[in-house]
């Protein structure tokens, strides 16, 4: 079977460019696997994907332009249904033959038909089944199939309607449905033009280059492979994403060297990825704008700069923001001054009004712009902005003071004079910090920039000399914002952040405004997987019930059920958790384990999983597991048991040999607990394998006898309570 390549091409208008290369993998992707779906291509086929701001292609090698036939194998009927006693076709079979195509149109022609089907066996009886050949799919349908198919499937983000002019010989107007308009389409088997059609458009030889550079309209393709090469040469695009993107990155690498003094631009993946998408053929320029601006927080010069205009700022050896910027051009002029001059006198304005926006704001102090917060709705349900941070300060206050006492009991000398300065000036940062956070909600550069939130409230609360305490705690309320990102510096800023989150978490499920599979607006996963870092990365000493339930006094009368939705709540933070587990490379009878048990500390669940793994690699580790879930089937049928021993009614040898084991190593083992030393505690356990397995073999628990009967089912009791501290070992039974 002979193969040539093949290309296909949508040129359309400019498509949108954050999920561009996202449609020209998905387009590629899906041309391919339907080619090879219908054998049009092999294993041995290559996909490269293209996309400019203006077109989708695929180009797929080894494409053949009919694919092999092939035998098809169908089950008929059982041969006793099929066949008379003669071996005569019924007519069941005949009228299931024919409508297979098979030839049945005489007596001569039946019995050759019914003389090739195949006897086979099928479960208990023997069947009959017809052998046909199928032709190979032409290209043409082939490639039509997989075109609509490709079509059909590109994650469209929104799709537009429009009218398309049909030909002359049915003159009228269609409606086509696509992410932007089409005007041309494109497929090459080879050098020959494959006559698919797409939304309106029949395949040609020629598509369009650059709109301002190209050498000739149209380009017309030579062929399948020189598509990418022709595009450069005469259209001047660079067809590739990867490569645009590639000769974007060394351009700019390339310009911030020529500048010197270790200049480099900023790193932003998302930005590159967008400029890529909307130039065509790059040309990178070098900028500036006036020094005064860099008095602006850098964060508003660098965020206006990259969302609205799409420039690359410049950073110094130190990091620190420069007044020159990069500029991504789509056009390549002899004299780029005036691109250059444009861009400097459109990125002007924008950075007044940073300026003055940061001026302005300064003028008031967070303190006077509290009140507001009264006048800014949060949620029908749970009132206004001002009303949640009177819930925050709450919420905050409960969580400082059960932390200070945690670290009291932990450390005594906290409890000394010293100590109490310590507690007051935490709790007064912590107030003025819950009481400060939302404020910059109300300025003007939030207004314009919502990203800048926190950020910009660290600037204010600098201005207004607030401790710095209570300025890290005012930007690093909202953190983490997204998996991955940092979290607090200090303990101010953590018991804010918990706060901050808890409130939206108990506020949003006592209202039953639960996350749904595809909907999560006010982002509860993300504020409950925030919550969980902070608890264990911070090594925060508090208990997860208790920390829930001292938001609840917060909300007044505005939660009606408050038991429920905490256990709702606490049940969706350990699923949370488990997933985030999952994800750092935890196995699910791992997490189990230690999960089933609803710990609370969630600081120590590190602790604990480590343990888990290092028992589960003794070697008595599977034989205590089966023998920890056999003692937990029997206690559960036996209901509550206390877990109290006789020893004077210890009959059997196996039982007190357990009983002394018990003895000797679980206060060792409670002990090593107790310190911290989760991993020590449960290989002290390991050595009860042979007393425990002794036990199994010849004591019968369930004795006749009502007091033997109890006090085994205590000994089982006082192993199960022994065994399962660090966490449910049952779980680990294969």
Same mark, same amino acid.
């Given at each position: 079977?002979?193969?040539?390549?093949?290309?296909?091409?949508?040129?359309?208008?400019?498509?949108?460019?954050?999920?561009?290369?996202?449609?020209?993998?998905?387009?590629?992707?899906?041309?391919?696997?339907?080619l090879?779906?219908?054998d049009?291509s092999?294993?041995?086929?290559?996909?490269?994907?293209?996309?400019?701001?203006?077109? #989708?292609?695929?180009?797929?090698?080894?494409?053949?332009?009919?694919?092999?036939d092939?035998?098809?194998?169908?089950?008929?009927?059982?041969?006793?249904?099929?066949?008379?006693?003669?071996?005569?076709?019924?007519?069941?079979?005949?009228?299931?033959l024919?409508a297979?195509?098979? !030839?049945?149109?005489?007596?001569?022609?039946?019995?050759?038909?019914?003389?090739?089907?195949?006897?086979?066996?099928d479960?208990?009886?023997?069947?009959?089944?017809?052998?046909?050949?199928?032709p190979?799919?032409?290209?043409?349908?082939?490639?039509?199939?997989?075109?609509d198919?490709?079509?059909?499937?590109?994650p469209? $983000?929104?799709?537009?309607?429009y009218?398309?002019?049909?030909?002359?010989?049915?003159?009228?107007?269609?409606?086509?449905?696509?992410?932007?308009?089409?005007?041309?389409?494109?497929?090459?088997?080879?050098?020959?033009?494959?006559?698919?059609?797409?939304?309106?458009l029949?395949?040609s030889?020629?598509?369009?280059?650059?709109r301002?550079?190209?050498?000739?309209?149209?380009?017309?393709?030579?062929?399948?492979?020189?598509?990418a090469?022709? #595009?450069?040469?005469?259209?001047?695009?660079?067809?590739?994403?990867?490569?645009?993107?590639?000769?974007?990155?060394?351009?700019?690498?390339? =310009?911030?060297?020529?500048?010197?003094?270790?200049?480099? $631009?900023?790193?932003? =993946?998302?930005?590159?990825?967008?400029?890529?998408? #909307?130039?065509?053929?790059?040309?990178?320029?070098?900028?500036?704008?006036?020094?005064?601006?860099?008095?602006v927080?850098?964060?508003?010069?660098?965020?206006?700069m990259?969302?609205?205009?799409?420039?690359?700022?410049?950073?110094d050896a130190?990091?620190?923001?420069?007044?020159?910027?990069?500029v991504?051009?789509?056009?390549?002029?002899?004299?780029?001054?005036?691109?250059?001059?444009g861009?400097?006198?459109?990125v002007?304005?924008?950075?007044?009004?940073?300026?003055?926006?940061? !001026?302005?704001?300064?003028?008031?102090?967070?303190?006077?712009?509290v009140?507001?917060?009264?006048?800014?709705?949060?949620?029908?349900?749970?009132?206004?902005?001002?009303?949640?941070?009177?819930?925050?300060?709450?919420?905050a206050?409960?969580?400082?003071?059960?932390?200070?006492?945690?670290?009291?009991?932990?450390?005594?000398a906290?409890q000394?004079?010293?100590?109490?300065?310590?507690?007051?000036?935490?709790?007064?940062?912590?107030?003025?910090?819950?009481?400060?956070?939302?404020?910059d909600?109300?300025?003007?550069m939030?207004?314009?920039?919502?990203?800048?939130?926190?950020?910009?409230?660290?600037?204010?609360?600098e201005?207004?000399?607030?401790?710095?305490?209570?300025?890290?705690?005012?930007?690093?309320?909202?953190?983490?914002?997204?998996?991955?990102?940092?979290?607090p510096?200090?303990?101010?800023?953590?018991?804010?952040?918990?706060?901050?989150?808890?409130?939206?978490?108990?506020?949003?499920?006592?209202?039953g405004?639960l996350?749904?599979?595809d909907?999560?607006?006010?982002?509860?996963?993300?504020?409950?997987?925030?919550?969980?870092?902070?608890?264990?990365?911070?090594?925060?000493?508090?208990?997860l !019930?208790?920390?829930?339930?001292?938001t609840?006094?917060?909300?007044?009368?505005?939660?009606?059920?408050?038991?429920?939705?905490?256990a709702?709540?606490?049940?969706?933070?350990?699923?949370?958790?488990a997933?985030?587990?999952?994800?750092?490379g935890?196995?699910?009878?791992?997490?189990?384990?230690?999960?089933?048990?609803r710990?609370?500390?969630?600081?120590?669940?590190?602790?604990q999983?480590?343990?888990?793994?290092?028992?589960? =690699?003794?070697?008595?580790?599977?034989?205590?597991?089966?023998?920890?879930?056999?003692?937990?089937?029997?206690?559960?049928?036996?209901?509550?048991?206390?877990?109290?021993?006789?020893?004077?009614?210890?009959q059997?040898?196996?039982?007190?040999?357990?009983f =002394?084991?018990?003895?000797?190593?679980v206060?060792?083992?409670?002990?090593?607990?107790?310190?911290?030393?989760?991993?020590?505690?449960?290989?002290?356990?390991?050595v009860?394998?042979?007393?425990? !397995?002794?036990?199994?073999?010849?004591?019968?628990?369930?004795?006749?006898?009502?007091?033997?009967?109890?006090?085994?089912?205590g000994?089982?009791?006082?192993?199960?309570?022994?065994?399962?501290?660090?966490?449910?070992?049952s779980?680990?039974?294969?």
């Amino acid at each position: 079977m002979t193969t040539q390549n093949l290309l296909v091409e949508l040129f359309v208008e400019e498509l949108p460019p954050k999920v561009l290369q996202k449609l020209g993998d998905a387009f590629a992707s899906v041309l391919a696997e339907q080619l090879k779906a219908q054998d049009l291509s092999t294993d041995a086929s290559v996909v490269t994907a293209y996309a400019t701001p203006r077109r #989708l292609a695929a180009h797929i090698t080894f494409v053949a332009a009919r694919a092999a036939d092939r035998t098809v194998q169908q089950k008929l009927m059982p041969v006793a249904v099929g066949l008379d006693a003669s071996g005569n076709a019924s007519p069941a079979l005949l009228k299931k033959l024919a409508a297979l195509g098979a !030839d049945v149109s005489d007596a001569a022609a039946t019995a050759t038909t019914v003389a090739a089907l195949q006897r086979a066996p099928d479960g208990k009886a023997q069947a009959l089944f017809y052998n046909s050949v199928q032709p190979g799919a032409t290209l043409q349908v082939g490639l039509q199939k997989a075109l609509d198919e490709a079509i059909a499937k590109l994650p469209i $983000p929104k799709v537009m309607n429009y009218q398309l002019q049909t030909d002359c010989e049915q003159p009228g107007w269609s409606s086509v449905h696509f992410v932007r308009p089409a005007h041309g389409l494109v497929a090459l088997h080879g050098a020959a033009v494959v006559p698919v059609k797409a939304l309106g458009l029949t395949a040609s030889n020629h598509t369009q280059g650059h709109r301002f550079e190209a050498s000739v309209s149209p380009v017309v393709l030579q062929g399948a492979d020189s598509y990418a090469g022709q #595009l450069a040469q005469e259209g001047a695009v660079i067809a590739s994403f990867t490569e645009r993107r590639a000769d974007i990155v060394r351009q700019l690498t390339a =310009a911030a060297e020529k500048i010197g003094n270790g200049v480099r $631009p900023i790193d932003d =993946a998302a930005l590159l990825d967008e400029v890529t998408a #909307l130039v065509e053929r790059p040309n990178v320029l070098t900028c500036a704008f006036e020094k005064e601006f860099l008095g602006v927080p850098p964060e508003c010069l660098i965020l206006t700069m990259k969302a609205n205009q799409k420039y690359f700022p410049l950073l110094d050896a130190q990091g620190q923001l420069t007044h020159q910027f990069l500029v991504v051009s789509n056009i390549t002029p002899d004299d780029a001054s005036l691109v250059i001059g444009g861009n400097e006198r459109v990125v002007r304005p924008r950075l007044a009004d940073a300026k003055f926006f940061f !001026d302005q704001d300064r003028k008031k102090t967070l303190h006077s712009r509290v009140e507001g917060l009264g006048k800014v709705v949060y949620h029908n349900k749970l009132g206004t902005q001002g009303e949640r941070v009177e819930r925050v300060r709450a919420i905050a206050k409960a969580i400082a003071i059960r932390w200070f006492e945690a670290l009291a009991d932990a450390d005594p000398a906290l409890q000394s004079h010293d100590g109490a300065l310590a507690e007051d000036y935490l709790l007064s940062c912590v107030d003025s910090a819950a009481l400060l956070a939302k404020t910059d909600l109300l300025t003007d550069m939030v207004g314009e920039f919502p990203e800048l939130q926190g950020t910009m409230g660290r600037y204010y609360a600098e201005n207004d000399g607030l401790p710095h305490e209570v300025v890290r705690a005012i930007e690093d309320h909202y953190k983490p914002r997204f998996s991955g990102d940092e979290l607090p510096r200090e303990t101010v800023g953590v018991v804010v952040a918990l706060a901050d989150k808890l409130e939206t978490l108990v506020g949003m499920f006592g209202i039953g405004n639960l996350p749904t599979g595809d909907r999560d607006p006010f982002a509860l996963r993300r504020h409950a997987l925030g919550v969980i870092r902070m608890l264990v990365e911070k090594e925060v000493p508090l208990n997860l !019930d208790a920390l829930l339930a001292s938001t609840v006094p917060a909300f007044g009368d505005k939660i009606a059920d408050a038991p429920t939705a905490l256990a709702t709540l606490a049940d969706f933070i350990y699923d949370r958790l488990a997933g985030s587990l999952r994800e750092q490379g935890y196995s699910t009878q791992e997490i189990d384990a230690v999960l089933t048990l609803r710990p609370q500390r969630l600081s120590l669940v590190p602790k604990q999983l480590a343990a888990v793994r290092a028992f589960a =690699a003794l070697p008595e580790a599977p034989a205590l597991a089966a023998a920890n879930k056999r003692v937990g089937n029997i206690l559960k049928k036996a209901g509550e048991v206390d877990a109290h021993v006789n020893p004077e009614l210890l009959q059997e040898q196996a039982e007190q040999d357990l009983f =002394a084991a018990l003895q000797r190593f679980v206060p060792e083992a409670n002990a090593q607990f107790d310190a911290g030393d989760y991993t020590a505690s449960l290989q002290t356990l390991a050595v009860l394998r042979a007393p425990v !397995d002794a036990f199994f073999d010849d004591v019968m628990v369930n004795a006749e006898q009502l007091d033997l009967r109890l006090n085994r089912q205590g000994l089982l009791t006082v192993l199960h309570n022994a065994m399962n501290r660090v966490a449910d070992l049952s779980r680990l039974a294969a």
